[in-house]
């Protein structure tokens, strides 16, 4: 299994940016597939962006965060990336990364979760 602890969140205004990062230990890296998750306050959890193990490492984006958001990993450094560009208000949320050796793409059912790291984005 992983543990996985987030960072990088913070508050900026609209149109900033901001990296998240989620490192990862306790076992392979590269044998599990990651995404990002969000959940604004008072609302569901929903997917933001997923990235596949293996040498495929396809990527998928939520449409609200297409081409603004990017998901990356490096194995060597055992971390998961989210570079948020184009930041609104709306992408205000807590966000967590998950992973699992399961790809279950935007399905929340990853079996390994970080504590969250909360962005706001003001207007």
């Known amino acids: 299994q992983v543990q996985l602890v987030e960072s990088g969140g913070g508050s900026v205004q609209g149109g900033g940016s901001l990296r998240l990062s989620c490192a990862a230990s306790g076992d392979t890296y590269s044998r599990y597939s990651m995404g990002w998750f969000r959940q604004p306050p008072g609302k569901e959890r929903e997917g933001v962006a997923t990235i596949r193990s293996g040498s495929d490492g396809s990527t998928a984006y939520a449409d609200s965060v297409k081409g603004r958001f990017t998901i990356s990993k490096d194995n060597a450094k055992n971390t998961l990336y989210l570079q948020m560009n184009s930041l609104k208000p709306e992408d205000t949320a807590m966000y967590y990364c998950?992973?699992?050796?399961?790809?279950?793409?935007?399905?929340?059912?990853?079996?390994?979760w970080g504590q969250g790291t909360q962005v706001t984005v003001s207007s």
């Open positions: 998950a992973a699992d050796r399961i790809y279950y793409g935007f399905i929340p059912a990853y079996n390994y």
